[in-house]
Each structure stands twice: as structure tokens, then as C-alpha cells.
Nanobody
Framework: QLVLVESGGGLVQAGCSLRLSCAAS????????MGWFLQAPGKEREFVAT????????YYEDSVKGRFTISRDNAKNTVYLQMNSLKPEDTAVYYC??????????????????WGQGTQVTVSS
């Protein structure tokens, strides 16, 4: 069991930045590709970004390209999501996820094996 715990969410104004963190424990962190998804009220969980096991490659959903950056520190068992130029439409619960992926990248929620509890991000206009 890989346990994922997110932190760093909050309430910010449009144009501001937030950095989400996700700390992993219980398994070998570097064995897993990592990702971030979001879920807005009444909507399906949606892909945001993913990163390979080594951190050498990243992939983003089009609407966050150039604004969000996913990174990882395998020595600290942590993955990050730096979110800049936030917009009200970025408001959602953000989930960290890990997967032993047969293919990468994947935006399919069912391809990932472990999920955190989520952290709320609210962007006011």
C-alpha cells in the first residue's frame, strides 16, 4: 500500500500562485509514475499532469500548460504541483495519484493505483 498525503491547498485570488505537495509512504516511491487530477463540484475527476518515475519527463493537460509545473524529489518521496497564474476555473479538489503504469503518459483515472485524500484549491476572482 502506497499512502499519499496532499497539502498546500487554500484560498487565493486570481493571478496568484500555490504549491501543492504530496508525500508518499509505504512503498518505494521511485517505482511509481505520479500524477495530479482535479475534481470540481458535480464533475468527473480530470487529469492535470503526470511525471515519470525518474522525473525526466512530464505531460500536462492543455489548459494548464505554461502555468502549472509538476516535479518530484525521490529522495524526499514527494511530488509537487506548482500552480501559477491561477484562474477561478482552477477551483477544485486536487488529488495526488501514483501508478505502476504500463504506458506513459496516461490521462485515464483508472490507470492509476493509489490516491490521496485531496486538497481544496479555491481561486477567487
Amino acid at each position: 500500500q502506497l499512502v499519499l498525503v496532499e497539502s498546500g491547498g487554500g484560498l487565493v485570488q486570481a493571478g496568484c500562485s500555490l504549491r501543492l505537495s504530496c508525500a508518499a509512504s509505504g512503498r518505494t516511491f521511485s517505482d511509481y509514475a505520479m500524477g495530479w487530477f482535479l475534481q470540481a463540484p458535480g464533475k468527473e475527476r480530470e487529469f492535470v499532469a503526470t511525471i515519470t518515475r525518474s522525473g525526466s519527463s512530464t505531460y500536462y493537460e492543455d489548459s494548464v500548460k505554461g502555468r502549472f509545473t509538476i516535479s518530484r524529489d525521490n529522495a524526499k518521496n514527494t511530488v509537487y504541483l506548482q500552480m501559477n497564474s491561477l484562474k477561478p476555473e482552477d477551483t477544485a479538489v486536487y488529488y495526488c495519484t501514483a501508478g505502476l503504469l504500463r504506458r506513459w503518459p496516461t490521462i485515464n483515472v483508472n490507470d492509476y493505483d493509489y490516491w490521496g485524500q485531496g486538497t481544496q484549491v479555491t481561486v477567487s476572482s
